[in-house]
């Protein structure tokens, strides 16, 4: 049976997909909340998309989109996004060429 590492604290839940082959995990984990949900999907290839699911974009109160410091240097600010307050859903794909996870935390 898949299981996936779930570390509980006194006021968090953190859940690790380590992509580890020998020690099987769920494929996807879903985080339900009022108004959404957010789902991880381990892809075939090892990498994984993350997907943020609102009910109705009515329930989007504020958002933002992070881009690294050189990014940023750059762009001078943060562009909208067209058509923001009708977004439902936003999927980004994500590979691990680069880790900084502490797998062992």
């Not at 049976?1 to 996807?28: C, L, N, Q, W």
């Not at 992070?66 to 980004?92: C, K, S």
Request: hydrophobic share 40%.
């Amino acid at each position: 049976m898949a299981k996936a590492k779930v570390i509980h604290s006194d006021d968090a839940v953190m859940i690790h997909f380590r992509g580890d082959k020998k020690s099987p995990e769920p494929s996807t984990a879903v985080i339900k909340f009022p108004g959404g949900h957010v789902e991880v999907t381990r892809c075939s290839n090892g990498e994984y998309w993350a997907h943020i699911d609102v009910v109705s974009p009515e329930n989007i109160t504020q958002s933002r989109l992070d881009y690294t410091y050189e990014a940023w240097a750059e762009l001078h600010n943060v562009p909208d996004v067209p058509r923001a307050n009708e977004i439902r859903h936003i999927a980004i794909k994500v590979a691990n060429n680069v880790s900084n996870l502490d797998l062992d935390a």
